[in-house]
């Protein structure tokens, strides 16, 4: 399912692997191996000069897969990534000009924030849907708690610091729809084309359920 709203992003899987890659040629089989764990939405960040031609070569050649550009932070990258077959868009922060190009793109899109004030700034424009980041260093679990209460139209997908360990207790918060992780794509198991823990990893990730 191609995400028609930001809303639409959370409902893709609890957890939404962040990849960094350096080599263009992993992008195809690591996006096999997470869709074949059962995460098909896969931000695919533009750290690195790979970035946009990995997001070109899993749109292109790899269908079952829900592409999306990370790391966003100017107008321009945004359009380069929609251009590339970007399914989504994710920044980690916002600026009323970021915020613009984001919406110009006719693409769903979370935009980072780590205060209410950013958060408020967002919702009065219409934006529910955020990114919570860097999710461990900017207070956490107990920070996105106490924020359902008197912001209760946000929601938020944590990312930063998150683990295999962690994740099921912010899925468990009422104002989170998913989770962002980078442990589902280890730097030596990608260097090193390990697809099947990539795809074991993605697995444990994929039948995470909230703690009752």
Known sequence: ???ASSDDIFALAPVVPVVVLNDVAAA???????????LP?????????AGLSAIE??????PDAVVGAGTVTTP??????????????VSPG????L???????????????????????????????LKFFPAEAAGGRAYLKSLSGPLPQARFCPTGGITLATAPDYLAL????????TWLTPADAVETGDWDRIETLAREAAALRPKS
């Open 1 to 3: 399912m191609k995400p």
């Open 41 to 49: 939405a896969i931000e695919v960040t533009l750290r690195t000069e």
């Open 174 to 181: 009422p104002n989170v729809g998913c989770v962002g992780g």
């Open 76 to 89: 321009e990258q945004a359009q380069a990534a929609a251009r590339a077959g970007s399914a989504f868009l």
């Open 94 to 97: 916002c600026t009323d000009r």
């Open 28 to 38: 195809v089989p690591l996006a096999r191996a997470l869709v074949a764990g059962g």
């Open 57 to 62: 070569r899993i749109a292109a050649e790899v």
């Open 99 to 129: 915020q613009g190009a984001l919406h110009d793109t006719g693409l769903p899109y979370l935009p980072g924030v780590a205060t209410a004030s950013e958060a408020m700034a967002l919702l009065e424009r219409g934006v529910s849907a």
